[in-house]
């Protein structure tokens, strides 16, 4: 009883097939469905890797929104040389607040020299050319940018391995600071600064302006936390003061940055730079400071980058659709042509057939005339002949 039970129950769950098995036997295989087969099977190969491809390489989305964290902090990092003594000259900062570089960490001075080492030159005009090559062809390679993992492409500058047998003629200024989220200036100018209830002064007793030399270096400035796909344009700058009252202006505007990638969120900056310079000259009407100023400004606007990608379900669920999809059409298109084939061939072959059996006919029919006229002409002459003899 439960072996027919089972048997019963085997029976009905077949008939609920609804994907039938053919026999072997009964399957006709062609030349036509071969090549289809192998047409099919490069197709979905093909189609396969470039989905994979498509599902590993993640999408980028671009939003702009307003910034409203106006409280944040703004992290300026640099490291620039001056070819001026530490003694002559001084770095700070002020901002719209009135706040100075007091109110702020102190950037490092080091003593140094402004010629550098074969080795750290090599190094000074690789990172020119690279940062060079990436502002210009940013707009072709900024998706690479944004996806690799690359934050810096150039590593530090290599130590000096051999001193100079002269006293150190430049300064090294490095470091970062927390600034107030507005607009500033940081300058670099003569004499050492001096902070005042209003402001500040620069103090630059014993020196005239043959003492002043303001060809700069710039190996590192940026605003944020370093992260993968933001050129920083003054990086690899190099500016040779062709007078002693030199005047460098950089206007920077300062993009606020949210990038959100599948594995971290960075919330850092961007920026954009335009620079000018000019000797002072009061005589022909040229006024102002010489020395070097960075006058930033934050933008009203903030920029947030997505990385998204699909989940694995429905990476699956469009492998799915993309095989069955060709196997189906291709399974399609081989029937029909099969089909037209078959009409083809059978109209033709058809044709032929009844071209021989008309042919054939016609054969027969000339030779049953034949015959028949000949058994007239032969037999006739014997009756003849058998029914005159008893006369």
């Not at 300026?76 to 070819?83: G, P, S």
């Not at 690359?150 to 150190?168: C, L, N, S, Y």
Request: glycine share 4%; charged share 25%.
């Amino acid at each position: 009883m439960i072996l027919r039970r089972r048997n019963v129950n085997l029976k009905t769950v077949k008939e609920l097939d609804a994907f039938p098995k053919v026999p072997d036997s009964y399957k006709n295989k062609s030349a036509v469905g071969g090549t289809f087969s192998f047409v099919t099977f490069v197709v979905i190969s093909w189609l396969v890797i470039s989905e994979t491809r498509y599902f590993l390489n993640a999408r980028l989305h671009f939003k702009f929104e307003p910034d409203i964290d106006v409280d944040d902090k703004l992290k300026i990092n640099i490291d620039m040389t001056v070819a001026m003594p530490c003694s002559l000259i001084g770095a700070d900062i002020l901002d719209s607040t009135n706040q100075n570089l007091l109110g702020f960490e102190p950037l490092n001075e080091e003593e140094t020299w402004w010629e550098l080492s074969p080795d750290q030159r090599s190094h000074f005009d690789a990172l020119k050319h690279m940062n060079s090559y990436l502002r210009e062809e940013y707009h072709a390679i900024h998706e690479l940018l944004w996806r690799s993992n690359q934050v810096a492409f150039m590593g530090e500058m290599p130590k000096r391995t051999v001193i100079p047998d002269h006293r150190p003629d430049a300064c090294r200024l490095y470091g970062n600071i927390n600034l107030n989220k507005v607009a500033g200036n940081f300058h670099i100018t003569a004499g050492k600064s001096l902070s005042l209830p209003r402001g500040h002064i620069h103090i630059f007793a014993f020196m005239t302006s043959r003492d002043y030399n303001f060809t700069h270096r710039i190996n590192k400035f940026s605003f944020g936390e370093e992260s993968p796909g933001i050129v920083q344009p003054l990086d690899g700058d190099e500016k040779i003061a062709s007078d002693n009252m030199m005047l460098y202006q950089y206007f920077i505007e300062v993009v606020p940055t949210d990038i959100y990638t599948l594995m971290k969120t960075t919330k850092t900056y961007q920026y954009s730079v335009k620079d000018y310079s000019r000797p002072i000259n009061h005589a022909q009407g040229s006024h102002g400071v010489p020395g070097i100023f960075f006058k930033y400004d934050t933008s009203a606007l903030r920029v947030k980058v997505t990385q998204n990608r699909d989940s694995l379900i429905q990476f699956l669920v469009k492998l799915c659709a993309t095989v069955g999809g060709i196997y189906v059409t291709s399974g399609l298109i081989n029937s029909a042509i099969q089909a037209c084939w078959y009409i083809v061939s059978c109209k033709f072959f058809r044709k032929e057939v009844e071209e021989d059996r008309r042919t054939s006919n016609g054969k027969a029919m000339t030779n049953k005339k034949l015959t028949t006229l000949d058994l007239i002409n032969v037999a006739t002459p014997d009756i003849i002949d058998v029914t005159l003899n008893p006369q």
